[in-house]
């Protein structure tokens, strides 16, 4: 037998089994349909509640319908009691923001590494989008490597600072560098050793050398080690982004230094140079550089010598010239020491009627 009701009796019926929600509740819903100032819930009250489109997300100018999906449920925030026609003010993006630093909490604890997207830069950093809350990069967090700036780019970071009631997240991209650094120097320490050929890239270059990168980790390549000729600068011979092959001549496991040589990795011309050569020898050389104290002369390919600066003034004034860097010069070979790789030079009885070609 079906029971009969009174209007009364559904009303009662009705208070009886409705959920007594005020603000303040978390609350879990289903978006029933979408308007151009947000969307209607359904959170099970007498009537349903509404989402303003300005409490669905950060960006203020987001659209219910751009981020929820219909007849999905999801958690909301009361903010506003149930106004005259009984319907309920839900904030979705509030939920979503607590969560959010919940999240962010166990992050930091853990250490872990997140991916943020920047929104803005600013004078002293990035400002970061980190799943609805805003964070911060300063400059000085910056890997020096990184060149992100743009609105949209990604960026790997780890949390320095957090506090959530001051709405304050503060991000580091340095520490992940250091941290992935540290396990990158670690596993190629374990892997070299003295004597091998690596490949490397040439990341940066100084007056005293360049910096290869072999790899992850930042090596030396000393100014006296790029070439067997004489380099007077590392411009001359090498570029950032060139990949070249060097070796390895020495391993600071303490000071974590690794030294490279890429002149090692050619032919030693002075083994050509003690085959071929010997004191007394009469030898056409290329001028490759003039010093207060002489003349270096290639006298054989990757081999210098010097030309006092007694023997180059003589030789200038017998032929009235002015030798520079180029000219060739007929010499004779006065003194060779192979193992020092040195080769002192003068001139031949016969270079005084020489000219300069």
Not at 161 to 186: C, F, G, H, P, W
Not at 231 to 258: C, F, M, W
Request: glycine share 6%.
């Amino acid at each position: 037998m079906i029971e009969q009701y009174s209007d009364c009796d559904f009303e009662a019926l009705l208070e009886k089994y409705d959920y007594k929600f005020k603000r303040g509740d978390i609350v879990k819903g289903v978006i029933c349909a979408f308007d151009s100032d947000g969307a209607i819930v359904d959170i099970g009250s007498k009537s349903a509640a509404f989402l303003p489109n300005y409490e669905v997300s950060s960006d203020r100018k987001a659209k219910a319908e751009n981020v929820l999906e219909p007849n999905t449920e999801y958690e909301f925030l009361i903010t506003q009691d149930c106004d005259e026609n009984g319907k309920f003010t839900l904030s979705y993006k509030k939920v979503h923001l607590a969560h959010t630093w919940a999240e962010l909490e166990k992050v930091k604890e853990a250490d872990e590494t997140i991916s943020v997207t920047v929104t803005q830069q600013v004078r002293g950093g990035l400002i970061v989008d980190v799943s609805g809350v805003q964070g911060f990069i300063p400059q000085g967090q910056l890997c020096a490597r990184e060149t992100i700036s743009n609105p949209g780019d990604k960026i790997d970071v780890k949390i320095l600072t957090l506090d959530k009631a001051q709405n304050n997240l503060i991000l580091s991209n340095k520490k992940v560098y250091e941290t992935n650094m540290a396990e990158t120097r670690k596993n190629v320490f374990e892997q070299v050793e003295v004597g091998q050929i690596v490949k490397g890239e040439v990341v940066r270059i100084t007056d005293f050398g360049a910096f290869v990168n072999v790899g992850g980790v930042d090596c030396l390549l000393p100014l006296s080690q790029i070439s067997w000729k004489w380099v007077e600068h590392p411009t001359d011979l090498l570029k950032v982004g060139e990949e070249i092959n060097v070796e390895i001549i020495d391993v600071d496991y303490n000071k974590q230094r690794i030294s490279l040589s890429l002149k090692n990795t050619e032919p030693d011309p002075w083994i050509k140079a003690e085959e071929e050569l010997k004191e007394g020898d009469i030898k056409e050389g290329i001028i490759t550089r003039i010093k207060p104290f002489g003349a270096f002369v290639e006298v054989l390919g990757g081999v210098e010598a010097l030309l006092p600066q007694t023997a180059l003034a003589e030789y200038q004034n017998q032929n009235n010239c002015i030798l520079n860097a180029g000219d060739k010069i007929n010499t004779k070979i006065i003194k060779f020491n192979p193992k020092d790789k040195r080769i002192s030079l003068g001139l031949p009885t016969d270079s005084i009627e020489s000219s300069v070609e």
